[in-house]
């Protein structure tokens, strides 16, 4: 495989549960981002890893809980969202931080 | 805290005419980067402007960059439908100390034949 990869692409889950997002990167970056794309709003920022080390959390509520357990994976934690956290979780990675993204298909997330 | 504004949010043209969309941010920066997405799709890679007066050009596409101007914009000469699709701006903080790319709302353009 190659390029940054998503998983699942959907996902619907009620307000009390617990799921994760997945993201793996075959390109050999050491930079791992979270964007979260909602309807009519730019790209949010949520998380940034360099080098497994977390250097960015844009004030996310604490129901987001980030991983990183290598460079070329990461998750995002899911637990007792809110509706309005329904929106197009995308991950991206770059050579190093500030660079060029690529970005996965995103994970379309519906909280219920 | 780093802004970026794109204009216009929404076009609407026809098949053949050329257009401009403008990418203004508020704060130094020398790397500015260009995004496609489709609908339903992720967001695909077009230009990287490295520095002041940078121009890169891809078909019917060309980005510039003016770093004294805070300014970038991606014109479209002889429009197909093949380009509708949102375009966004994004802009490396560059002396914040963020570390993500900061985006524009994103320009929705339909092409009309």
């Known amino acids: 495989e190659t390029g940054v990869t998503q998983t699942p692409r959907h996902l619907v889950m009620g307000m009390t549960n617990k799921k994760s997002l997945k993201c793996e990167q075959h390109?050999?970056?050491?930079?791992m981002y979270w964007y979260k794309q909602s309807a009519k709003k730019p790209l949010e920022l949520m998380f940034v890893?360099?080098?497994?080390?977390?250097?960015e959390n844009n004030s996310v509520p604490s129901r987001f809980s980030p991983e990183c357990p290598n460079s070329s994976h990461l998750f995002l934690h899911l637990h007792t969202l809110q509706p309005e956290d329904s929106a197009l979780y995308l991950c991206?990675?770059?050579?190093?931080?500030?660079?060029?993204?690529?970005f996965g298909e995103g994970s379309r997330l519906t909280v219920l | 805290e780093l802004k970026v504004e794109q204009n216009p949010l929404f076009l609407s043209m026809q098949e053949g005419k050329n257009y401009t969309i403008y990418c203004n941010y508020s704060t130094t920066s020398d790397r500015l980067y260009w995004y496609r997405q489709d609908p339903g799709k992720s967001l695909e890679s077009l230009f990287v402007?490295?520095?002041?007066?940078a121009v890169k050009q891809e078909g019917r596409l060309m980005a510039s960059l003016d770093t004294k101007a805070r300014l970038s914009t991606l014109h479209i000469t002889a429009a197909v439908h093949d380009l509708s699709a949102t375009y966004f701006c994004?802009?490396?903080?560059?002396?914040?100390?963020?570390?993500?790319?900061?985006f524009g709302k994103g320009t929705h353009l339909i092409i009309q034949p």
């Open positions: 994004a802009v490396d903080d560059s002396g914040g100390g963020a570390d993500g790319l900061t």
């Open positions: 390109l050999g970056h050491n930079a």
């Open positions: 991206a990675s770059s050579h190093r931080t500030g660079r060029n993204l690529f």
């Open positions: 402007l490295l520095s002041n007066g």
């Open positions: 890893y360099s080098l497994e080390e977390r250097v």
